[in-house]
C-alpha cells in the first residue's frame, strides 16, 4: 500500500464520521489536501506529544491500537488541562518499514476510536516509513468553552487550596497508562461551573507538576502527606514506598488543579464529580516557588523526565 | 540538562523574539503550559510534516540545523499552498540519547531562524529522548490573508493554464532540499493579486503532485514537455533523464497551480513574480482525471512515496 492509498484509507474513515453526526461540523477541509482547515473561536489551543515504541509503549507487548490511543489521549489530557474543548488532530506517523501497514492501521483504529468518544475529527497527518522504531506525533487543536477563560498554570494564589482528580501512582505498572479516560468532560465540567485559578495534567508525575504550578504561579505549595490519593495501583511496600510512587511515578493523567477555598469547598461537596472523585491535597502559600510537605520538609521535583546530553 | 531546562531555553529564546516585534503578536500563550494558545481568524490552517534521520536528512553529513530549518520550511511550503499566511509551529523532537542535546540545540535553532524570516512563532513542543535516531515532527498553523479566499487541490476546471513556479528536478542532490525557500511570499503575492483556482506544492515531483490536482479537481491535466522548468541541478544525462528528473526527483517545494486563461496571461505578463519566475507548463481539460503529455501519452504518478507492507 502506498502512503497515498493510507491516506484514502484514513479518508473514507474519516468521512464517515464526519457524515454521522448530525451536528455543524468545524472542520471545513480535512486530510487529503496541503493542509487542513478548521472553524476555532475566538482562540485555537494546540498541543503536541510525540510518543516512541521502546519509550512511551512497546509494540512487541501491546497492540499497536493502545498506542495510538494513548497518542491521542495524553493531548485531550493537556487540552483538559487547560480547560477547553479539543476540535480536532493531526497525526505523523513514522512506521517500520517492515510491517508498517498492520502497525499503522491499527495505531489508527486506536486513534479513531478514542477521538469518536470525544467528538474530535481528524483534522490530517503524514505518514512515513524508515528502518527505525515506530514513532506516533499527535497534535490536537482545540477552542475555549463557550465564555469562558482557558486555565494556564501561572494563575494559582497564595491562599487556594490545591485539587487533584482520581488516584495517583502505579500507571505504568498496572498499564492504566494506555487505558485511562483524559479529564476532558471533568475539566469542562470544573471549568463551566467553578473559577479555577491554575491547572496542570499530571503527566510527569505529581512532585514535578505541582513544582510547575509553584514557579509559574510564583507561590509555594504545602502538601498533607496524608491526603494524597494513592493509587490501589501502587501495590507492594510500605505506605511511604506507595506515596512515593503516587508523588513521582508519572503518567497519571489526572489534573491538578487551585481554587480559592470557598470555591475548592463547594467542589469537594458535590463528590463525585462527573465520576470521579477530587481530593484535596494542599494548599498555596506565599513564598519561594517550591513544594513541601505541610511539616516543611522540601519535595524534590522529581519525577519522569527526558534527560539530554 | 533536563527536559525542562530544554524547553526554559527554548523560552528565553521565543519570549526574546516576542519582545522585538512592533507588532501586535497573535500568540497569547507560548511555550510552557499544558498547551499554547493563539489568535487565528477566521480559519485556522493547519499542516504535519514528520522528518526522520536517515530519510530525509542525514545528521552525519549535515549540520542539524538545517534539518530543523527543513522540517518548518516543508510546512511552510504546506501552508503557502493553501494561499494562506503561516503564524506559528509546534515543534516535537525524538532526540538521540547521546549528543542529543547539541543535535536539538542546532535543530531549534535552524527552525528559530527560518520562523524569524517568517514571522512565525514557537508556540509549544515536545522533547524526549531515546536510542533511536532523531525525528523531528512539526505543526504549522496558518490564517487566510485578510479577505482572500484558501487555496485547495479540488478547484481546478477544465480550460484553466496550469503553472508552476521555479525550476524543478535535481532537489536532493544539489542539496536544495535543505536550503530551499518556502513560496509563502509568492503564494501570498498571487493569491493576493489574482483568482487562482487550485494550488500544490511540488513535494513528490510533478507527476506525482499535478496528478492529485487532477483527481481532486476531477479534471485530466496535459503538459508541455518542452514547457516543463528543469533545473540546472539536473546536470548529466540526456534532455529527456533530465526532464525525467524534474518531472520525479521530487522536494522542489514550488508551487504548481491553475487559473482560468486570461489571469495566467496576466500572471505570466508580471515577470518575475516577487523574484521567481513563473513558467506555464500545461492545461486543465475535460476527462477522467489523469496527466498526459499534450501528445496525448499518459505520463504515470511517479515519484517519491513512502511504501508501507
Known amino acids: 500500500m502506498s502512503e497515498w492509498q493510507f491516506i484514502d484509507w484514513i479518508r473514507s474513515r474519516t468521512d464517515a464520521a464526519h457524515k454521522s453526526g448530525p451536528k455543524v461540523d468545524p472542520v471545513i477541509l480535512g486530510p487529503g489536501d496541503d493542509a487542513g482547515i478548521v472553524t476555532l473561536q475566538p482562540e485555537t489551543i494546540a498541543a503536541v506529544d510525540m510518543l516512541m515504541d521502546g519509550v512511551h509503549f512497546e509494540l512487541d507487548k501491546i497492540d499497536p491500537a493502545l498506542a495510538g490511543r494513548k497518542a491521542l489521549a495524553v493531548n485531550l489530557s493537556d487540552i483538559a488541562a487547560m480547560g477547553a474543548r479539543p476540535v480536532c488532530a493531526l497525526i505523523s506517523l513514522a512506521l517500520p518499514a517492515k510491517g508498517g501497514l498492520n502497525v499503522g492501521q491499527k495505531m489508527m483504529e486506536g486513534i479513531m476510536k478514542l477521538a469518536d468518544e470525544f467528538d474530535v475529527s481528524i483534522l490530517g497527518g503524514d505518514t512515513n516509513s524508515w528502518s527505525g522504531p515506530a ?85 509555594a505549595i504545602r502538601l498533607d502527606p496524608a491526603g494524597i490519593p494513592v493509587s490501589p495501583d501502587t501495590q507492594n511496600g510500605s505506605a511511604a514506598q506507595r506515596l512515593a510512587h503516587a508523588m513521582t511515578d508519572g503518567e497519571d493523567f489526572e489534573l491538578m488543579f487551585t481554587a480559592a477555598p470557598e470555591v475548592a469547598r463547594e467542589i469537594l461537596g458535590k463528590q463525585p464529580l462527573a465520576g470521579v472523585r477530587v481530593t484535596h491535597i494542599g494548599e498555596c502559600v506565599a513564598g519561594n516557588p517550591q513544594l513541601t510537605w505541610r511539616d516543611g520538609t522540601v519535595i524534590e521535583p522529581r519525577g519522569f523526565e527526558h534527560f539530554l546530553d
Chains 1, 2 share one sequence.
Open 135 to 219: 514513532v506516533i506525533s499527535v497534535t490536537v487543536l482545540g477552542e475555549p468553552l463557550p465564555g469562558r477563560p482557558t486555565i494556564k498554570r501561572s494563575g494559582a494564589r497564595a491562599g487556594d487550596w490545591v485539587l487533584v482528580t482520581g488516584n495517583l501512582g502505579g500507571s505504568l505498572g498496572s498499564k492504566r497508562h494506555l487505558t485511562f479516560t483524559p479529564r476532558v468532560k471533568e475539566a469542562a465540567f470544573l471549568n463551566t461551573h467553578f473559577e479555577l485559578t491554575s491547572m496542570i495534567d499530571l503527566s510527569d508525575g505529581l512532585a514535578t507538576d505541582a513544582s510547575h504550578i509553584a514557579h509559574e504561579s510564583h507561590v
